[in-house]
T-cell receptor
Framework: QQQVKQSPQSLIVQKGGISIINCAYENTAFDYFPWYQQFPGKGPALLIAIRPDVSEKKEGRFTISFNKSAKQFSLHIMDSQPGDSATYFCAAGAQKLVFGQGTRLTINP | GAGVSQSPSNKVTEKGKDVELRCDPISGHTALYWYRQSLGQGLEFLIYFQGNSAPDKSGLPSDRFSAERTGGSVSTLTIQRTQQEDSAVYLC?????????????FGQGTRLTVV
């Protein structure tokens, strides 16, 4: 019940395309769903987060879609840029956060 | 300080030696996490401290690993009799604890190399 499953493990997208990363959780008590971005040699940093009272949150080119009934949420990166190349982690929790295994995203110029 | 501080940033140790890794969380943050990240891999949960509650040690890979948090602030992760498979980046994060969850802030990590 504590797992968060993230897919795909790696993703290659052409510049200008849409990058989509998916996560699924099991614990219905989870009420906070953040996405973290990590560049090489750095710690993960918060990118965008959503709470279960909304189905979508958009910040610039980044959008979280949330499906409470399916217990799934996803990150969409519109107009993907080479600078978006990084590892992305989803997480879920109520107080303690549980992280997904990460997706290595590469944007080809 | 403004963020989570970890020291040392890099540590090279000989197999069989003990090491201590330090984490200074953001002031006022009651929750503290330790994670391990092997090269190019995901985050492996190690241990979670929350206030005065008993820590969640469910992620510690063996009894060679231990951690403590003194005075609800600084935390030390100790690895005894290090092995080559312990080589990884050890990340610490802290957060406030409140209803509805809150952001975890990560340090830069300690890169441990066991030779």
């Amino acid at each position: 019940q504590q797992q968060v499953k993230q897919s795909p493990q790696s993703l290659i997208v052409q510049k200008g395309g849409i990058s989509i990363i998916n996560c699924a959780y099991e614990n219905t008590a989870f009420d906070y769903f953040p996405w973290y971005q990590q560049f090489p040699g750095k710690g993960p940093a918060l990118l965008i987060a959503i709470r279960p009272d909304v189905s979508e949150k958009k910040e610039g080119r980044f959008t979280i879609s949330f499906n409470k009934s399916a217990k799934q949420f996803s990150l969409h990166i519109m107009d993907s840029q080479p600078g978006d190349s990084a590892t992305y982690f989803c997480a879920a929790g109520a107080q303690k956060l549980v992280f997904g295994q990460g997706t290595r995203l590469t944007i080809n110029p | 300080g403004a963020g989570v501080s970890q020291s040392p940033s890099n540590k090279v140790t000989e197999k069989g030696k003990d090491v201590e890794l330090r984490c200074d969380p953001i002031s006022g943050h009651t929750a503290l996490y330790w994670y391990r990240q092997s090269l190019g891999q995901g985050l492996e949960f190690l241990i979670y401290f929350q206030g005065n509650s008993a820590p969640d040690k469910s992620g510690l890979p063996s009894d060679r690993f231990s951690a403590e948090r003194t005075g609800g602030s600084v935390s030390t992760l100790t690895i005894q009799r290090t092995q080559q498979e312990d080589s990884a980046v050890y990340l610490c994060a802290s957060s406030l604890v409140r209803q509805g969850g809150s952001e975890a802030f990560f340090g830069q990590g300690t890169r441990l190399t066991v030779v």
